[in-house]
């Protein structure tokens, strides 16, 4: 099987459990949504949920991940399976008790964190006081999804892609099930949520053990602690770390802003940024976790033709689903918060507040989708250090247009900076890679994006079309929102599958694979 027949294969695999994993995200927002609206109740728990998850990022798939995979994959096809899994163990053992050692201290030290990461809150004592408390139940939970984070590496290595990739399904299930049956008891429902956020990590940890025993490997073998290859892994981790915390530091940096502005802007945020993962996820990274083993692989073969091919097919093959994507959301915006969200405490005007979040966040959808692909391929080649060096340039540039535009645009101003400064990302990760590899294909990329723009433009049309006409006759209406979001998602998709039948897009084959790939696995 050629590389990109992989990629597409692990690709259809990984949507279809992100898929499902985003409908159930979904869910679990909706929920929150109606219990507990964008009051102040909403911001605490989701500046508290962001400290965990900003630390999951950081220090496990936003660099353990990505700096083990490359490793891994060298032992594995000069060294034998073995030795690689010696390294994974030693990997394992080390990593469970550095986070046991990082969840006592997140407990310990809450309160000054949240003072640095919310300090909006500090002149509201009892939303604080909540913040900390939330912070507290919720930090072991890094405990529980770092360790899923490696076993994610190891799984996708050796070709096994479902088990990770639904894994945040059961976050979303345990949330849910916790609001509806722990909350109602509680005397602060929102404690029902953290409590949720650490049973599904639980559950997320339990979900991978049967999978890596079936591939083979075995946590309690003798052998050392320590492996030679730690080293390496750490060295290639260490810059990583610091372009993960970079990328992190632009999301607690518009939390921060946020804070500084009025009631429920740190909610519409969270909610305008879930609607903006959802594509994000199902496609984007899910692309990205399939193309990273793959690189891997030829870049420890050299064979750099190879990688060149496997990633402008990435990259093409994302620009294709991503820019339909970002123009149907961008259209779409306020119907689908509608539908979505609005109900409950989550009111009219939360509604048009996220949509204009939604809004900016959208526009950059494309950039935040390439900076995906292009970050696996420097990893692939164990450079982690170019990655850092441009996500320092994207942070300057948020940070100073976060400042310039959260006063004459509030929220809606801190996440056009975030979108603004990812394209600078991708702009200068794509120059760096060009550099690195020399010819990268990009007469092709550009004359994919070219014609994948002009299909997104006749899509955009009709749904547009159909929105001067079930506009004025849905209003507060919920089954008319659905039809009418349904029909103009089924509508714009027939369209746009025509347009690049039409203009002969190379791509439109691929996205086929990926969906028999994915009905394949589904009835296999």
């Given at each position: ?9 692990a ?19 909706i929920v ?25 990022r ?5 660099s ?6 490359p ?9 034998g ?10 990997s ?7 986070l ?66 639904c ?9 849910v ?14 404690l ?10 639980g559950?997320?940890l339990?979900l991978q ?50 804070t ?21 996820g199902?496609?984007?990274i ?11 692989k ?20 994302v ?27 989550f ?15 959208a ?7 390439g900076?995906?692909?292009v970050?696996s ?5 164990q450079?982690?250090k ?19 535009l959260m ?6 101003g ?26 990268i294909?990009?007469k092709?990329?550009?004359e ?24 004025p ?12 979001v349904?029909g103009s998602?089924g ?7 025509g347009c ?6 190379q ?5 086929f694979?990926?969906?028999?790939t ?7």
């Amino acid at each position: 099987m050629s590389e990109t027949a992989k990629i597409t294969k692990a690709a259809g695999v990984v949507s279809v459990a992100t898929l499902l994993s985003r409908i159930l995200g979904l869910v679990r927002d909706i929920v929150i949504a109606a219990f507990f609206g964008a009051g102040p109740a909403a911001d605490a728990f989701f500046v508290a949920f962001r400290i965990p998850n900003l630390l999951r990022r950081l220090f496990a798939e936003g660099s353990l991940t990505i700096s083990f995979i490359p490793v891994f994959a060298e032992y594995l096809l000069k060294r034998g399976r073995d030795e690689a899994f010696a390294l994974a163990r030693s990997s394992w053992w080390i990593l469970t008790m550095t986070l046991a050692v990082v969840s006592v201290l997140g407990v310990l030290l809450s309160p000054l964190i949240v003072k640095i990461i919310a300090p909006g809150f500090i002149s509201s004592p009892d939303k604080f006081e909540l913040t900390v408390l939330l912070t507290r139940i919720m930090f072991p939970y890094i405990f529980f999804i770092g360790l899923v984070a490696l076993a994610m590496g190891i799984l996708n290595t050796l070709g096994h892609f479902a088990a990770p990739a639904c894994s945040p399904a059961l976050l979303s299930v345990a949330m849910v099930s916790s609001v509806l049956l722990i909350s109602p008891h509680l005397e602060k429902p929102v404690l029902g949520l953290a409590f949720g956020v650490i049973i599904g990590g639980g559950l997320q940890l339990t979900l991978q053990i049967p999978f890596m025993i079936r591939k083979g490997f075995r946590l309690f073998v003798r052998g050392p602690l320590y492996h030679a290859a730690i080293k390496r892994i750490a060295l290639l981790m260490t810059p990583a770390v610091f372009g993960a915390a970079v990328y992190q530091i632009n999301i607690v940096v518009g939390t921060l802003l946020a804070t500084l502005l009025p009631e429920g802007s740190v909610s519409y945020l969270y909610y305008a940024d879930r609607m903006v993962q959802f594509p994000l996820g199902v496609f984007a990274i899910a692309l990205a976790t399939a193309v990273l083993p793959s690189l891997s692989k030829q870049a420890a073969m050299n064979d750099m033709e190879g990688l060149r091919s496997s990633f402008s097919y990435a990259l093409r093959l994302v620009f294709f689903i991503t820019i339909p994507a970002m123009t149907g959301l961008i259209i779409l915006r306020e119907p689908i918060i509608s539908l979505l969200f609005q109900r409950g405490a989550f009111d009219a005007t939360s509604s048009r507040l996220t949509a204009e979040a939604v809004l900016y966040y959208a526009v950059g959808l494309w950039a935040f989708s390439g900076v995906r692909i292009v970050v696996s391929a420097f990893y692939s080649l164990q450079d982690t250090k170019t990655p850092v060096k441009t996500a320092v340039v994207a942070l300057l540039t948020n940070i100073l247009l976060s400042i310039l535009l959260m006063g004459p645009m509030r929220h809606g101003g801190l996440a056009l900076a975030t979108s603004i400064a990812s394209a600078v990302n991708l702009t200068l990760l794509i120059l760096a890679l060009r550099r690195r590899l020399g010819r990268i294909g990009a007469k092709g990329i550009l004359e994919s994006v070219l014609r994948s723009a002009v299909c997104a433009v006749a899509m955009g049309a009709i749904i547009v079309l159909i929105g001067f006409w079930a506009g004025p006759k849905c209003s507060g209406s919920s089954w008319c929102l659905l039809v009418w979001v349904l029909g103009s998602v089924g509508a714009g998709t027939i369209l746009y599958g025509g347009c690049a039948y039409l203009l002969r897009c190379q791509e439109l084959s691929a996205v086929f694979d990926i969906v028999k790939t994915s009905l394949y696995k589904k009835h296999a």
